[in-house]
T-cell receptor, first 114, second 114 residues
Framework: AQSVTQLDSQVPVFEEAPVELRCNYSSSVSVYLFWYVQYPNQGLQLLLKYLSGSTLVKGINGFEAEFNKSQTSFHLRKPSVHISDTAEYFCAVSRYNQGGKLIFGQGTELSVKP | DSGVTQTPKHLITATGQRVTLRCSPRSGDLSVYWYQQSLDQGLQFLIHYYNGEERAKGNILERFSAQQFPDLHSELNLSSLELGDSALYFC?????????????FGPGTRLTVT
């Protein structure tokens, strides 16, 4: 069975500083990887996805993530955060031929301070 | 706006009652997924429907059931409600089945059981 671990439940950071949100997964088969963002009182929005190909994936709002198969990681990064990036971030995996259901990590609350 | 609509936005009900949550997928999407988000369990996959047929089940309680209608909207029925059922319920839609390259989430229904 797959599982997803987000290593930090809360990440406080100052505006314009870089940030990395860590995600590790476990699976015995190939998976697809996703990062979603949830702003307060809203649904989830897809930031980026890794399906195949280049291990460096660029998403919306200046975020990027790197797939590392040997370390089973998919960390999310942004070189300079903005106050508006304050939100909860979820890493998720889905397994091919399992209907596309997403298995989510517990979430990381990113708090950007001025 | 993801194009996925959910009604109602908020629902407050008493233990033992039954409620129905409704989801309309994006135009043209055949897959509907239901997820539950709670403080203790995080985001959990409940069930997946594709073009009216159940495709996958997660940790969905026997008190919960769902269906997808010919017009592709879906309903999640929760019965004999308990305090622990209080959560945010999301539906998501996707155009594919077998593998979900991208799921679009609705704004959620916040259920409070008193």
């Amino acid at each position: 069975a797959q599982s997803v671990t987000q290593l930090d439940s809360q990440v406080p950071v100052f505006e314009e500083a870089p940030v990395e949100l860590r995600c590790n997964y476990s699976s015995s088969v190939s998976v697809y990887l996703f990062w979603y963002v949830q702003y307060p009182n809203q649904g989830l929005q897809l930031l980026l996805k890794y399906l195949s190909g280049s291990t460096l994936v660029k998403g919306i709002n200046g975020f990027e993530a790197e797939f590392n198969k040997s370390q089973t990681s998919f960390h999310l990064r942004k070189p300079s955060v903005h106050i508006s990036d304050t939100a909860e971030y979820f890493c998720a995996v889905s397994r091919y031929n399992q209907g596309g259901k997403l298995i989510f990590g517990q979430g990381t609350e990113l708090s950007v301070k001025p | 706006d993801s194009g996925v609509t959910q009604t109602p936005k908020h629902l407050i009900t008493a233990t033992g009652q039954r409620v129905t949550l409704r989801c309309s997928p994006r135009s043209g999407d055949l897959s509907v997924y239901w997820y539950q988000q709670s403080l203790d369990q995080g985001l959990q996959f409940l069930i997946h429907y594709y073009n009216g047929e159940e495709r996958a089940k997660g940790n969905i309680l026997e008190r919960f059931s769902a269906q997808q209608f010919p017009d592709l909207h879906s309903e999640l029925n929760l019965s004999s409600l308990e305090l622990g059922d209080s959560a945010l319920y999301f539906c998501a839609s996707s155009s594919q089945t077998g593998v979900s390259y991208e799921q679009y989430f609705g704004p959620g229904t916040r259920l409070t059981v008193t």
